[in-house]
């Protein structure tokens, strides 16, 4: 199983970007598919989340801001971001669990500039 993460980039406070994870296998394979994010210095946390039947979970910081959707066609993860902040700069991460197995994809860096 593997999960490939794109989209990240160097964008102004109040822009916004579209992250993609491509997966090898078909997302419904997925017990849940979600982004986490590490800044620089701080722990990884949760971002967004959707599992198999469709119920999506966002953290705090990105309820209103960020929407998490999937294309079962293309097997990919989407992670909306509008209104992008300088504290949203981190590195991204696409996540699954497959057969009780975590998997994780390589970051994507997003840089918000002031």
């Known amino acids: 199983v593997q999960l490939q993460a794109f989209g990240g980039g160097l964008v102004q406070a109040g822009g916004s970007l579209r992250l993609s994870c491509k997966t090898s296998?078909?997302?419904?394979?997925?017990?849940?598919l979600g982004w986490y994010r590490q800044a620089p210095g701080k722990q990884r946390e949760l971002v967004a989340r959707v599992i198999r039947g469709g119920t999506k979970t966002y953290s705090d910081f990105a309820k209103g801001r960020f929407t998490i959707s999937r294309d079962n066609v293309e097997n990919t993860v989407y992670l909306q971001m509008y209104t992008l902040r300088p504290e949203d700069t981190a590195v991204y991460y696409c996540n699954g669990k497959w057969q009780r197995t975590d998997y994780w994809g390589q970051g994507t860096q997003v840089t918000v500039s002031p």
């Open positions: 296998g078909t997302i419904y394979g997925f017990d849940y």
